[in-house]
């Protein structure tokens, strides 16, 4: 081979690689098909979701997403089942966060607020760590909160779905079918 080829060789590897290292950098990760992923830049909040969830009009400032529940023999009761994004909320002091969490849970049918910090559990979901407390059984529906906890923020999630085993007092999350699909979602859930 010439010499002078050598150089002009080595050259053009380099520029390939580096266009290959550029796409794969800055191509967006794949959705699965069966997967939708809602973003909002503004906020700086990700997450993916199943298609079987309805993306519904949500009803306060504060709600981000609002998704609904594929239609189940509870849909007869008047309210869907729910998976509710709301706007994350600024700490300003690492103290601010048992406030936070405190304020933010109302437990159903008492208008009362934990004590503390110490009446949730927490939940690592693919290496995020997860705040939790069950908030409402009452009439059928089983209500949950969730808490992503970043440096700066906290994303509250609330759960709301029904269940023939609401007043089972040995009955928790983890027993009902949807808990997977939570988790899966939950586990998607990016703050920048």
Same mark, same amino acid.
């Given at each position: ?6 150089? !002009? ?18 191509? /967006? ?24 969830? /309805?993306?519904?009009?949500? &009803? ?21 089942? &729910?998976? !509710? ?16 969490? =405190? ?33 409402? /059984? ?14 700066? &923020? =906290? ?11 609401? @007043?089972?007092?040995?009955?928790? @999350? ?13 586990? !998607?859930?990016?703050?920048?």
């Amino acid at each position: 081979m010439k010499s002078y080829l050598k150089p !002009t060789l080595g050259i053009f590897a380099l520029v390939v690689v580096l266009v290959l290292v550029c796409i794969s950098l800055y191509s /967006r990760p794949t959705v699965p098909a069966d997967t939708i992923r809602y973003e909002n830049k503004e906020i700086g909040v990700s997450f993916l979701y199943p298609k079987s969830l /309805r993306n519904v009009a949500t &009803t306060t400032e504060q709600e981000l997403v609002h998704l609904a529940l594929p239609l189940s023999k509870f849909t007869s009761l008047g309210y869907p089942e &729910t998976i !509710t994004f709301l706007k994350p909320i600024v700490i300003t002091e690492p103290s601010d966060l048992e406030e936070i969490l =405190v304020r933010r849970v109302i437990f159903d049918g008492s208008g009362e607020h934990p004590d503390s910090i110490g009446d949730f559990k927490t939940k690592d979901i693919q290496g995020k760590r997860f705040y939790f407390i069950q908030n409402g /059984r009452f009439e059928g529906i089983i209500s949950y909160e969730f808490f992503f906890v970043t440096d700066k &923020t =906290v994303v509250p999630v609330s759960v709301r779905w029904y269940s023939d085993r609401w @007043m089972d007092p040995s009955f928790v @999350m983890e027993d009902d079918p949807r808990y997977a699909e939570l988790l899966d979602i939950l586990g !998607t859930l990016r703050v920048d």
